[in-house]
């Protein structure tokens, strides 16, 4: 079954503890981003990458980093969370350059800082 | 840069009944794609309708169809025969069509739709 999988789908943690979010799809898709959802905001875009090690920043960036070291794989990571980091995440995938082209989102992390 | 704008935070629709949900978006291109998406209590992002700035006919999905007016930069959607289940944030998208670029989707605000038995 093509997929996104996002681990975890909640999470709790506290001020400046590291944490890393894992995004991976079984589709083969070039295109990967994370997006954060925030109550009357719609989805903004955090980070992008078009294809194994290249990535770049998108339009919420502060606070995030990411790598993409494998096609399949493009993890969040959150070096120091703070508070104003509290959201709904969704990582998705797409190929690039395809005429029918979809974006499959992951189920979502819902991340608590604190 | 692109926005995509919905002004309505809230609509409600009785059974059955049809219902519109309103988007505008502003773009200097002149190729590129809309959705709109579902997102129902359960968070997932599930794509009910897409549509191609090329093409002049409007899509439909089943009971799910738009109206798009490219020169007004206006799309929205129509649910008719509305079912309970359709209740569920609903948020217009847009996605510029050229490869080599971020293939962004920039997201409106969301809608809340509530479904009256």
């Known amino acids: 079954e093509a997929q996104v999988t996002q681990n975890p789908r909640y999470l709790i943690t506290v001020t400046g503890k590291k944490l890393t979010v894992t995004c991976s799809q079984n589709?083969?898709?070039?295109?990967m981003s994370w997006y954060r959802q925030d109550p009357g905001l719609g989805l903004r875009q955090i980070y992008y990458?078009?294809?194994?090690?290249?990535?770049d920043k998108g339009d919420v960036p502060e606070g995030y980093k990411v790598s993409r070291k494998e096609k399949r794989n493009f993890p969040l990571i959150l070096e120091s969370p703070s508070p104003n980091q509290t959201s709904l995440y969704f990582c998705a995938s797409s190929l690039l350059g395809a005429e029918d082209t979809e974006a499959f989102f992951g189920q979502g992390t819902r991340l608590t800082v604190v | 840069a692109q926005t995509v704008t919905q002004s309505q935070p809230e609509m409600s629709v009785q059974e059955a009944e049809t219902v519109t949900l309103s988007c505008t978006y502003d773009t200097s291109e002149s190729d590129y794609y809309l959705f709109w998406y579902k997102q129902p209590p359960s968070r997932q992002m599930i794509l009910v309708i897409r549509q191609e700035a090329y093409k002049q006919q409007n899509a439909t999905e089943n009971r799910f169809s738009v109206n798009f007016q490219k020169a007004a930069k206006s799309f929205s959607l129509k649910i008719s025969d509305s079912q309970l289940g359709d209740a569920a944030m609903y948020f217009c998208a847009y996605q510029p069509s050229y490869t080599g670029a971020n293939s962004k989707l920039t997201f409106g605000k969301g809608i809340t739709l509530s479904v009256r038995p």
């Open positions: 990458s078009m294809n194994v090690e290249v990535t």
């Open positions: 589709m083969n898709h070039e295109y």
